[in-house]
């Protein structure tokens, strides 16, 4: 029986970005992903009448060379679209209306978003005691370092826009470890941020400077994974196919793949879980008891997504941004509405404005389950309400996610470190995923890219075996 390298089970881009280094390093690698398209949450679609829709994240933020060499592989790289300058403009909802946030010293000095007493109080910051508790929730956390009007104004939509999270469940030691890690370093964020910069070595020459990129894709997020798909090549990408089961034999591992109305077993030197937690769980029950009891702890945060468009003339706001989030104090039914189509060209046609809206999260689940009328109704009115906007939506679109983001909850770097434990035990089995290292894009495609090297070295490291007929 052939034998590959690594399978990667799912292709989401954790999982693309691993095969990916791996093939690049002229490793046999396969992808088996359950869905028909890969992706993950990564989907995007064309409207007959010209939106492009993206229905799960809708923009990458990076500084990193490795990526656009990726992209220049893929051949992405001249059709990237890089947002509208506006982008790094950036709103919170204040008594219902938009208000910027602040991107400077002196912007944070003018905002109407926090009082001057909670101004004044970001100055005693460096002087606030560290925490002796082995960790703490984000909103406490926030709220002794800097008080609460910021926790509630700033952190709360931040922590909402990113994770859909609430701030009162999120381990800050988990959720945001430089800010958690600089505080026990220096004793609080600003002092242990300055002692954590690294200043290089007497000599060393300067290597040019990155800036970093907002930007997207002409079809959509989507024109991403679906490039790594097509280079890889249908041969080592098995979409619309599920692995059902996960043993070990000797130094290689079985999966039985369920594929076009069969079964089929597959061999591997090494897999690479990249599924959501508790699809990874299902497949290790019978190996590893603690890891998939620690993977099934994860929650998740349903969100959906929906995409209204409007003629330019029905919107009252200038849409001069990247979106406005709603702070859980100001009791909105949304988490935030990013404007698409000034973000990026093409995103809506002629003398139409697309908005794309955040729905749900930990704090509000239920209003995922409204039907999509009802949904539609509830978010054009949030929409027409906070962007003076008159009349009807000509467009909609409504996108589930019923597992969209895993929540970084107290207890989360224990069960990573029961995951860490499993793969020490287990050559050749790895983890990776939103719920491991950062949900954003960019962190996924990262730690995804780790893991390939990771996964490299352990295979130059084993020698290979030959997999013997059952």
Known sequence: MHTYD??????????????????KRGFEVLVIEAHAEVGGSMQSMTTPDG????????????????????????????????????????????????????????????????????KLRFVREPFVPRSGAPDESVAAFFTRRLGPEPTERLIDPFVSGVYSGDPRKM?????????????????????GMLKGRQRPAKGTPKGPKMRSVLFGFPGGIADWPKAIARTLGPN?????????????EGANWRLVVERDGRTEPVVARAVVLATPAFVAADL?????????????????????????????????????????????????????????STLFRGRAPEGKVLTTTLVGGSLRPDLTELDDASLVKTIAAENAD?????????????ARWPH??????????ERIATLEAAEQRLPGLFFVGNYRGGVGVPKCWKNGATMGERVAAALHAQPAQVAVEK
């Open 404 to 413: 969209a983001l895993p929540q970084y909850t107290f207890g989360h770097t």
């Open 284 to 340: 290790i029950d019978a190996i590893a008891n603690a890891a998939a009891a620690a993977l099934r702890a994860i929650p998740y945060a349903p969100v959906n997504v929906v995409h209204l468009g409007y003629r330019r003339d029905q919107v009252a706001h200038p849409l001069d941004g990247f979106g406005v989030l709603a702070p859980s104090c100001e009791q909105r039914n949304f988490l935030g509405i990013l404007w698409s």
């Open 171 to 191: 381990s800050v030691k988990a959720a945001f470890p430089s800010l958690w890690e600089a505080e026990q370093r220096g004793g609080s964020i600003v002092r």
């Open 6 to 23: 690594a399978v990667i089970v799912g292709g989401g881009i954790s999982g693309l970005s691993a095969a990916y280094t791996l093939y």
């Open 386 to 398: 906070v962007l003076g906007i008159t009349g009807l939506p000509a467009m909609s679109n409504v």
């Open 51 to 118: 939106y492009v829709l993206d229905c799960g994240p809708n923009t990458v933020t990076t500084k990193d060379a490795r990526l656009w060499a990726e992209f220049a592989d893929l051949g992405l790289l001249d059709s990237l679209i890089a947002a509208d300058r506006s982008g790094t403009k950036r709103y919170i909802l204040l008594d219902g209306k938009p208000a910027i946030i602040p991107s400077s010293p002196p912007a944070l000095i003018k905002t109407p978003l926090l009082s001057t007493a909670a």
């Open 236 to 248: 080592r990408v098995w979409s619309s196919a599920r692995a059902t089961d996960l043993f070990q």
